[in-house]
């Protein structure tokens, strides 16, 4: 058979037919035949029994102000502090900064595994379009890599920040893939929310909203967004981030949200090592975690994913851009520890987060392009428990990364390397 590549002994995700041999031919999978069954004349890769599976998948993260902690002045470790302190350091961004800073981040994500990112992107008078414009070059640069949707929104309000909307309207016309939202930041929330709508059906684009990102849960914007996405006929193509208010809800009323939500076809997405970081300061003892129950969400039908959010910056002073550390946080936060519920900890990373960005859940099988991730590991659950890290990746058929297991020198080693 000819072949570029064959990948022997392989687990599929998902899959308990045993290990495969699996063959790529330019950008696609071209066979699938139990181990040991596929003769090619290529190069072989013994995978050993190690998980293969497509790309994780990114739905939240900022590129654009990631690497700016040396930058800032954390001091309260507050939502209000992040965003001024955002606000203040933006203003000296240039568009080689902004590109030189998201490239950074970006090779992180893709040697962790991402091969789908949703990437928001701050656009107002301030900082003008120079976010918009670095990113959408470096996802030009790195598509070889990776899938970059770049999400525009107003992170310091919109209409009571003149200019910022006709920017956002610009941004869409020169090829956005999707429209952010940040009511909370400002002083019409419901209109805000409105016009987001607007923009979104002139542009026919998906909407991504920052949400209700406090510990309050005696009201919701949540509610607002669940009714005009039923009334605009936007189900299935509206997300959520944070609404951290849920994390504050007794079970029986999340449970009811979690229904109405589903009911609208909204999508969450839960940032935890942003929600950890920003959220009960004002507690001095039996400090509240800030973290959505994801996980229960799903368990009613709502579409959901965990996502890194923001790197090195004050909303998150740390971050490796590895998705199954995020996933491993999310399950030490939320209390998880039963295989099922691990289990759907690696979805939210990667089949459910693809059918939050309405992209094609992707399988390994024939003909399906050759995007795929290899973790030396059995099942999702262990990558999830053990935080592993992918050894090596494939997009559109050619290898995109490599990652060099650790070496142990015990003392024979070292003595037979003196010798």
Known sequence: MALDFLL?????SGSDAGLVDIGIRGETIAAIAPAGTIAADCEVIALRGQLIMPGFVETHIHLDKSCVIDRCDIQQGTLLEAITETARVKREFSEPDIASRAVRTLEKSIVAGTQLMRTHVEVDPRIGLKGFNAVRRVARDYAWAIDIEVCVFPQEGMLNDPGTEDLLITACEQGAGAIGGCPYAD???????ARIFDIARRFDLDI??????????????????????????YEGRVAVGHVTKLSALPMPQLVETARLIADSGVAVTVLPATDLFLMGREHDHNVPRGVSRADILMQHGVTCSLATNNVLNAFTPFGDCSLTRIANLYANAAQLGRREDLARCMEMISTSAAKLMNRP??????GAPADLIVLPCPDGASAVSEIVQPVFGF?????????APAVLFGPMRNATARS
């Open 361 to 366: 859940l992707r399988k390994i099988e024939l």
């Open 395 to 403: 997009k559109a058929g050619r290898r995109s990364f490599s990652r």
């Open 187 to 193: 002083t019409h929330p419901v209109e805000h929310i």
């Open 208 to 233: 991504d909203f920052h949400l209700d990102f406090d510990l309050d849960a005696s009201w919701m914007h949540l509610t607002e967004v669940c009714k005009q996405a039923r009334a605009r006929k």
């Open 8 to 12: 022997t002994g392989a687990r599929m």
